[in-house]
Structure formats: structure tokens, C-alpha cells
């Protein structure tokens, strides 16, 4: 404390105050003037020395407390329950430690996720990119018959088409992630909706020779980003119709009330196996009646997208019956 330049200054500033009163008061009034005022001096000096250690005492306390933040330690609680300026200051610096704290906590939640993504997008790149390997040396073979080239060529312009959309996907995923993307809130009409879903997916379901039901009023509406929900619904309807055996049926039905705007997607495929059912939105995840050239991206992109609009998908599924898609859009309490 002593080592402190504003110490030294208020010191002397304080003995030079002191040293004059006592002039005065024993040159002016009397010896027995001059005792009292340096007793009341020097004991104004203890009670002020007293003081102002017990200060610099809390404030090396807030700088060792400091240091072990510093140091990566945030268990440590300086918070008391006296008032003034040192216990608010001490309890901002609690407040400021807290956040830190979670926002680290963060930081190694978002690491471990960046580095399983990673790991899982090497490994769905590796295996179209091994086979793409395999069947470019075997085009290179001169005594290759052309029905096998054009076999080759084909196969290898399917896997292409597959890491175009894989990596097309992960962007969009990333892009919901991190925040990038500025979903529209504007007042989008169900029924045009459900057209721009099952328009692409009418060639896979007439090979299927699949049945479609769309049910509910075209007045129907929610507001949300149309582009955005017609990616994740086809992201639905697409799983729906993968997993929907030849001539099954698959069914659309929405409507509205006071509090919401649902769309249900259901089919009469193979459902899903009970412990499947907590990690289906869950990216890269393959449950036990996956296809094999599923890469568990479609359904996670959907939740991501819904959810980012404040909205609600959930399912139920039962093996051998069938699964369900409820998709809700909250209205806006005014």
C-alpha cells in the first residue's frame, strides 16, 4: 500500500494539515490546544491508515480473484451481502465471471460440434469418393465393353450428384447455425405451399405408384419464409416417400386455429423403430430401417429450418403401420 504514489501524496498532504493546525493552536491558543490537536491527529492518522489498508486489502483480494479468471479457475464466488461501492463492484465482477464461464462452456460445446461435423462430413464424402476412385481406374481399362463404360459413367455421375447436394446441404446448415440467414415473415397460403412440396415428388411417387391425399381449406395460412419451408417440407415428404413401400398411401392435411397453423405429414411406411424415434431430427443420424445411401442430413435441415422460425416439428411413428410429421407455426399473441 505504502508503495503507492497517491498514498505518499495524501500522506503528506495530510501531515502538512496537521503540522499547521498545531502551529496554530500553539502558537495562537495554547500548549494544552497543541496536545489535543495532535492526539486527534494521530489518531485520525491510525483510523485513516486503518481504513485505507482494510480498502487495499479488498482490492488485492478482487486482483488475486482476478488472476484465477485469468487462469481459467470460475468456481470462485467474491460475491458478499454488505452494501457499498466494493460489494457491487465485487458483485458485477461475479456477474461478469458467470458469463464468461458459460460463454467458455459454449465455446467447447461449439468446438466438439465443429469436430464431429467434420469428422462426419470426411466420412460421407470418403465413401462416394472411393467408389468414384474405383470405377475411373476401371473406365481407363482400353478392353472395357461400352455397356460397362456407360454403367461406370453413370454410377459416377450419381455419387457426383450426391456430394452436390451433401454439400449443398451442409452449407444451408451452417448458414442456420451461425445465424446468417434472415428468415421472411410474411403471410404464406398453406395450400400454395403443399403444391410447390409435392411438385417434385410426384415422378418418385408415380414410379412408387404411391397415392397422395391433400386435405384442408386453401385459406389456410402462417406467416414464415416460404422458400425456407418448402425445402424442409420436401426434406419431409421426401423421407415419407423413401420409406413408403410400392402402391402405399401417403396423406397431407392442414388447418389453423387461434393458436397455431399445423401441417401433418403422414404415411404408411415402415415407421420407425421406437429407439429411433429421440434422435431422428439429430444430423448424420441412421436408425435401424435406414437406406443405405441415406446420410441423415434431410430430416435434421428440416428441424433446423422450422425451428429457426419459431416453429414445432415433432413425430410418431409405429413399425410396420406407419409415421406422422406434425409441423405447428405459432400465431403471435398480441
Known sequence: MLRNR????????????????ALIA?????VEALV???TLSIALLLVTYRFTAWRYQQIDQLSSYLQEISNGNYQLDVR????????????????????????GTYLEEDKQKLTDAISDISHQLKTPLTSMTVMADLLSDPRLSDEKRQEFTHNIQIQLERMEWLVSSLLKLSKIDAGTIQFKK?????????????????????????RLQVTGDHDVTFEGDLKWTTEALINILKN????TPEQGELFIEYGENPLYTEILIRDTGSGIAKQDLPYVFQRFYKGTNANDDSVGIGLAMAHSIITSQQGELTVRSKVGVGTAFHIRFYKAIV
Do not use: C, W
Open 6 to 21: 497517491e498514498i505518499h501524496i495524501y500522506l503528506v498532504s495530510l501531515i502538512s494539515l496537521i503540522a499547521v493546525a
Open 26 to 30: 500553539g502558537v495562537f491558543i495554547s
Open 36 to 38: 489535543l490537536v495532535v
Open 80 to 103: 458478499d451481502n454488505r452494501e457499498g461501492e466494493l460489494s457491487l463492484l465485487k458483485s458485477q465482477i461475479y456477474k461478469v465471471t458467470k458469463m464468461l464461464s458459460e460463454q
Open 186 to 210: 410474411e403471410t404464406v397460403s398453406v395450400h400454395a405451399l403443399i403444391q410447390a412440396v409435392t411438385k417434385p415428388m410426384l415422378v418418385p411417387m408415380d414410379i412408387k405408384m404411391q
Open 240 to 243: 415419407s416417400v423413401e420409406h
